[in-house]
């Protein structure tokens, strides 16, 4: 998904890319503001997708265990994506059986089973 955070100062609003300090908040505030309640959160290292000349944004894979905390705003989430960069086949939520999650949280963090 698109990792980029948006700060307002002076009336315009500025996007910078999510630190790697700070990815994991980030992740956890954006699946909350999604009714999506993050349990084991793993999020990958910053890639650029697209180029500067055209569109571009800072992505970052993640994987978590999730509960529902908000039914409705978790049914968004799963049709709609979250995050930006959605127009661009970013921020879908892909839903994995338990054993599959558990294979793709070391392929995140680089693991080996």
Not at 15 to 39: F, I
Not at 75 to 82: F, W
Request: hydrophobic content about 40%; glycine content about 12%.
């Amino acid at each position: 998904m698109a990792a980029e955070k948006r700060n307002t100062q002076e009336g315009r609003i500025r996007t910078r890319p999510v630190r790697d300090d700070e990815a994991e908040e980030w992740a956890g505030e954006l699946l909350a503001r999604h009714g999506l309640r993050a349990l084991n959160l793993a999020v990958s290292g910053a890639r650029r997708f697209g180029d500067r000349r055209s569109v571009g944004f800072w992505v970052r894979d993640l994987l978590a265990d999730v509960e529902v905390s908000d039914p409705d705003a978790a049914e968004g989430a799963l049709r709609d994506g979250v995050g930006r960069g959605r127009a661009y086949g970013l921020g879908m939520v892909v839903v994995l059986a338990a054993e599959q999650s558990k294979r793709s949280d070391d392929a995140v963090t680089g693991a080996s089973a």
